[in-house]
Structures are given as C-alpha cells and as structure tokens.
C-alpha cells in the first residue's frame, strides 16, 4: 500500500491507493505481433513495381495495402509471402531468402501453401477444407483462385468464370454442359457452386444439401412431395434416372424412354411387341402416355400409382 499526500486550497487531503497485481482474468492488452523480419511493402515495391501495380487493382491488394484491418493484413505483401528481410539482405532472386511464391515451380509443399490462404479464409465455406477431396489430392488455393491479378468479377477466380475454373480439371463435366439437354449453366442462372461446395462438405460429391435429392428440391420443389404412392428409384436418389451435368436426352433423362423405365420394370404383362401404331401402347413408346406423374402421385385409387 502507497499513501500519496497532496494539499488542495490548503487542505491537507490524503489519498490511499491500493496496488493490487492485476488478476488473471483481467483482460490484457494484445500484444503487438513481432516485427523481425519484414520490411513492409514499400520496399517489395521498389523491385517489384509490376507485381505491386497490378495486386492494388485487386480486392486482396485494395485491403491489405490500403484498408488493413488488423496488424497481420498491414503487412502487406508479406502477409503471404513472408518475412523478406533475408530476401532483401541477399540481393533479392528466385527461391532466395526463404519467401513462398506460389508459383506451380515454387518447392513449398501444397499444404504449407495452402496454410498461408487459411490462416484468414478458415471459416463458413472453408470449415470442412481439411480432409476434403481437394485436399486429399493436393489442390492448391491458387490452381483456382488469383490474387496478384484481377481475372474474374467475383472471388479472385484463375479463370472469368466458375465453369471455367472448374472445367480446367472437370472436363468430362464440363463437355456434358455442351450437350442439347443442359442445365442452364451455359446461360448464366446458375454455375457449379450452386450445387456443389469446392471448399468441401460432410456429404458425398460435395453437395451442398445433404442428399442429392435435397439438393435438387431447392429448385424442382414441385418434385419434394409427400406423396401418396411414392416411386423407390426417385424417392432414393434424382440420379438414378438423370444425369444433372447434361444429356442428349429429354429432361436430362441418362437413357431414352421407354428402355429408362424397362431398366427396372421387366417387359412381362406389358404389350412390348409390335402393336398397330394407332394404338395408345406404341404412340411415341413412352411409359409416361399412361404414367405421367413418375415422381409419385396422389390418384386415390390404389391400384394404379402412377395415374394421369
């Protein structure tokens, strides 16, 4: 205990303090990050005038080097890259001082890379990144996305678009897209993470929603039902008769009809010979002239499910 003594309009006025050591559970100033190391930005520019130039035209550079919000992001170029110092004090180069460069040649492994990216981008989209299979087969941050160069409108893409970015590995999917039944990806309403989460998800494929059929319903509600006679193969999965990515089939139908429905349903008691062609059994040999509603009916009559 310390007394302090003072005179106020000359009055003697003693004061007692009590020096107390702070408590634990009183919050503590946040210790300023270290220093050691980095140079700051303005000396990456003074050799990189090009690479510094085009980062401020993009919405990482706009941020980190003009709108930081933390001490991390006041780094600037060495948020990402490293400490350059031991760059800087080598005369600059290539692989000199230890900086990370991202590029396809750069030795870092893929994951120390991808740890640069996640230390801020960990949350929402990228909470099941670990372990999904684009991290299992080593994807790296930058085989999709472009930080020093401003290619897409949105999310820093590698390429203008999102069917692009995917299609450089996807291509078989991609080539489905071309086919005359299509989902309207090629016209814009909609592209692959409108179905899929690249970043990884607790569900097969990727998928947003938890099932295929989930995932279908968030446009095709009418196909959700309850219903009262349900059909099993459209109930269990939406991809055992379509094939979402494109077709050159109807609706997106994996094999024309009627042989889409005798996958299952055996010719028996059927009229599959050759009929007279005015004849409702043969017109256009389509099923649904009698089945039309093959996602499941509500017909009260329980002897036929899947009444017109």
């Not at 319903?217 to 309850?226: D, L, N, S």
């Not at 006679?229 to 009809?257: D, F, I, M, Q, R």
Request: charged content about 20%; some cysteine; proline content about 7%.
């Amino acid at each position: 205990m310390s007394r302090l003594f003072g005179v106020l309009g000359g009055v003697g006025v003693m004061v007692l303090v009590l020096a107390f050591p702070p408590s634990s559970g009183a919050q503590q100033t946040p210790a300023t990050p270290a220093t050691d190391g980095y140079v700051g930005a303005e000396v990456c520019k003074a050799c990189h005038p090009n690479q510094f130039e085009s980062v401020s035209q993009t919405t990482m550079g706009k941020l980190f080097l003009k709108h930081p919000r933390n001490a991390t992001e006041a780094r600037g170029c060495e948020t990402c890259h490293g400490p350059g110092k031991a760059h800087v004090d080598a005369g600059g180069g290539k692989g000199v001082g230890g900086l990370i460069s991202f590029s396809t040649k750069d030795p870092t492994p893929v994951e120390q890379r991808n740890a640069v990216c996640l230390q801020c981008h960990e949350k929402t989209a990228r909470l099941y990144w670990k372990g999904s299979p684009h991290a299992s087969r080593n994807v790296a941050c930058t085989n999709c996305h472009r930080v020093m160069v401003q290619v897409s409108e949105r999310r820093q893409l590698a390429q203008p678009t999102v069917i692009e970015t995917c299609g450089q590995c996807h291509i078989q999917r991609r080539a489905q897209l071309m086919r005359s039944s299509h989902m309207p990806l090629r016209e814009g309403k909609i592209d692959c993470v409108t179905c899929h989460n690249p970043h990884g998800t607790a569900t097969d494929k990727l998928l947003k929603a938890n099932s295929v059929n989930e995932n279908c319903y968030t446009c095709h509600t009418e196909k959700r039902g309850p219903f009262l006679w349900e059909h099993p193969p459209a109930t269990e999965s939406c991809s055992n008769c379509h094939e979402p990515h494109g077709t050159n089939h109807e609706k997106l139908l994996k094999v024309s009809k009627p042989q889409l429905c005798q996958q299952c349903h055996v010719e028996s008691r059927h009229p599959t010979r050759a009929q007279n062609p005015r004849t409702r059994f043969v017109f256009n040999r389509s099923c649904t002239n009698c089945h039309s509603q093959i996602h499941g009916s509500n017909h009260p009559s329980a002897s036929g499910r899947f009444q017109r």
